[in-house]
């Protein structure tokens, strides 16, 4: 006969025998390798928990709980893993791009209901970089799209790389401040400018759920505007932004978060992070790539081996062992919950406290002014009726919030009220009535 003694951690008294019992119900690692692949090839978490081995239940399926501690545990070890392993890198030719994404709630309900995005939901960019050589993801970063996610993510490429690199972007005004104050002349730098004919007024649709007349039926043709060099000299055969674009589509077709108009979207942010990190994991040290024939990071020279998930969750393992010795001991403190002050958060209409910054959007003069709301220039009417469309008012309450959503809008003519703000910066096209010296 067997005597449980609850106290003393699970330990069963047989025959004068003590055994220790063992209450944990974990997934194999073949079983957690194989939903993390599929994980990578677009399956959602509902999708995973129907279709994959699980232990116990009547069904024997994983419960969606189980699948999202599984992305938990190995997206933060994703993250600890690359922030380690991407250092010092030996790379010289860097293409960097920003990419649109959405966390609970699309941007386009909140400007039409002007309603108040919830904390760590909202509107939220990709920043991704590449090396076009080695197709090697260098740095990446998540949040707004202003100046300072770009100096955040300008900062963190700087560290990874060992050298001089060349570096080209695309004409996002974020990056020429950004790029010089972390770079200075130390690198070779130049930009490129890709506008579709109807891409801005597809942004402006997005945001408002207005369907703006004279829309082309037909594909918008694309025009390539000429390259400018902003510093160094850089070789003009790797001034291009393909490679990230390319990496862009891959991202959007094999990771459901990213997917336009689907329901697999992220309900939080850190899980958009942890997905994020396992993709490049993956694509960085386990996808072959067919270009080079091999996986980036053996082209590049940081590692010599192809890895699996069976190697990966021998780190998750480690890591998790490691937290619950740490927590044992006492050495874990809970961490305090961290507000991003990059989220756009709008007024409500009825909030008797108004958001201390205001973005004017001008549809019809095509620009977005960043005003305070106590300004004397500030248009009191909600709106203003044009042939191709209204001009709309938004409330921030920071003024990284109220630049990220002046860039998300117009990201090539953003201005800022000279009057109420004490500085004047105007970001001309260069089309239009005046050019370049186009006066407000």
Same mark, same amino acid.
């Given at each position: 006969?067997?005597?449980?003694?609850?106290?003393?951690?699970?330990?069963?008294? *047989?025959?004068? $025998?003590?055994?220790?019992?063992?209450?944990?119900?974990?997934?194999?690692?073949?079983?957690?390798?194989?939903?993390?692949?599929?994980?990578?090839?677009?399956?959602?978490?509902?999708?995973?928990?129907?279709?994959?081995?699980?232990?116990?239940?009547?069904?024997?399926?994983?419960?969606?709980?189980?699948?999202?501690?599984?992305?938990?545990?190995?997206?933060?070890?994703?993250?600890?893993?690359?922030?380690?392993?991407?250092?010092?890198?030996?790379?010289?030719?860097?293409?960097?791009?920003?990419?649109?994404?959405?966390?609970?709630?699309?941007?386009?309900?909140?400007?039409?209901?002007?309603?108040?995005?919830?904390?760590?939901?909202?509107? *939220?960019?990709?920043?991704?970089?590449?090396?076009?050589?080695?197709?090697?993801?260098?740095?990446?970063?998540?949040?707004?799209?202003?100046?300072?996610?770009?100096?955040?993510?300008?900062?963190?490429?700087?560290?990874?790389?060992?050298?001089?690199?060349?570096?080209?972007?695309?004409?996002?005004?974020?990056?020429?401040?950004?790029?010089?104050?972390?770079?200075?002349?130390?690198?070779?730098?130049?930009?490129?400018?890709?506008?579709?004919?109807?891409?801005?007024?597809?942004?402006?649709?997005? +945001?408002?759920?207005?369907?703006?007349?004279?829309?082309?039926?037909?594909?918008?043709?694309?025009?390539?505007?000429?390259?400018?060099?902003?510093?160094?000299?850089?070789?003009?055969? $790797?001034?291009?932004?393909?490679?990230?674009?390319?990496?862009?589509?891959?991202?959007?077709?094999?990771?459901?978060? *990213?997917?336009?108009?689907?329901?697999?979207?992220?309900?939080?942010?850190?899980?958009?992070?942890?997905?994020?990190?396992? +993709?490049?994991?993956?694509?960085?040290?386990?996808?072959?790539?067919?270009?080079?024939?091999?996986?980036?990071?053996?082209?590049?020279?940081?590692?010599?081996?192809? $890895?699996?998930?069976?190697? *990966?969750?021998?780190?998750?393992?480690?890591?998790?062992?490691?937290?619950?010795?740490?927590?044992?001991?006492?050495?874990?403190?809970?961490?305090?919950?961290?507000?991003?002050?990059?989220?756009?958060?709008?007024?409500?209409?009825?909030?008797?406290?108004?958001?201390?910054?205001?973005?004017?959007?001008?549809?019809?003069?095509?620009?977005?002014?960043?005003?305070?709301?106590?300004?004397?220039?500030?248009?009191?009417?909600?709106?203003?009726?044009?042939?191709?469309?209204?001009?709309?008012?938004?409330?921030?309450?920071?003024?990284?919030?109220?630049?990220?959503?002046?860039?998300?809008?117009?990201?090539?003519?953003?201005?800022?009220?000279?009057?109420?703000?004490?500085?004047?910066?105007?970001?001309?096209?260069?089309?239009?009535?005046?050019?370049?010296?186009?006066?407000?």
């Amino acid at each position: 006969m067997i005597n449980v003694d609850p106290v003393e951690n699970f330990t069963a008294h *047989f025959d004068g $025998w003590r055994i220790r019992l063992s209450m944990v119900n974990r997934l194999s690692t073949s079983k957690r390798s194989a939903i993390l692949r599929d994980m990578m090839e677009r399956q959602g978490i509902n999708a995973l928990a129907r279709t994959k081995d699980g232990n116990t239940g009547q069904s024997g399926r994983p419960s969606q709980v189980t699948v999202l501690k599984l992305l938990a545990d190995a997206g933060d070890t994703a993250i600890d893993f690359l922030d380690q392993k991407m250092r010092d890198l030996p790379v010289r030719y860097v293409e960097a791009d920003e990419m649109f994404s959405f966390v609970g709630i699309r941007g386009m309900t909140l400007l039409r209901n002007q309603m108040r995005a919830p904390k760590g939901q909202g509107v *939220f960019w990709v920043w991704i970089a590449i090396d076009p050589v080695s197709k090697l993801i260098v740095a990446w970063h998540v949040g707004g799209r202003g100046n300072a996610d770009a100096k955040l993510f300008i900062a963190d490429l700087k560290a990874r790389c060992a050298g001089r690199i060349q570096l080209t972007t695309d004409s996002h005004r974020a990056y020429y401040e950004a790029v010089a104050s972390e770079f200075g002349d130390d690198i070779d730098y130049a930009t490129v400018k890709k506008q579709d004919d109807n891409e801005q007024q597809l942004v402006v649709e997005e +945001y408002t759920g207005v369907k703006m007349p004279y829309r082309q039926k037909k594909r918008p043709k694309r025009e390539m505007h000429p390259p400018v060099v902003r510093s160094g000299v850089p070789d003009e055969d $790797w001034i291009t932004t393909n490679h990230i674009e390319s990496f862009f589509q891959k991202l959007r077709q094999n990771l459901g978060r *990213f997917a336009r108009k689907s329901a697999l979207h992220s309900k939080t942010l850190i899980n958009l992070k942890r997905a994020l990190a396992l +993709y490049i994991y993956h694509y960085n040290f386990q996808r072959i790539h067919t270009t080079i024939k091999t996986t980036p990071a053996m082209k590049s020279g940081i590692d010599d081996d192809i $890895w699996t998930w069976d190697n *990966f969750m021998d780190l998750v393992d480690e890591r998790a062992e490691a937290l619950r010795a740490a927590r044992r001991a006492g050495a874990v403190a809970a961490e305090a919950p961290t507000v991003d002050e990059n989220v756009i958060r709008l007024k409500g209409p009825r909030d008797g406290q108004p958001g201390e910054y205001t973005v004017m959007v001008s549809l019809h003069q095509k620009y977005a002014k960043i005003h305070r709301t106590s300004c004397v220039h500030l248009r009191d009417t909600p709106g203003r009726q044009s042939k191709r469309g209204d001009s709309h008012k938004f409330q921030c309450e920071t003024f990284d919030a109220a630049q990220n959503l002046a860039y998300d809008f117009m990201p090539d003519d953003v201005a800022v009220c000279k009057i109420c703000l004490g500085e004047y910066q105007r970001l001309d096209t260069g089309r239009g009535k005046g050019g370049n010296n186009l006066k407000h």
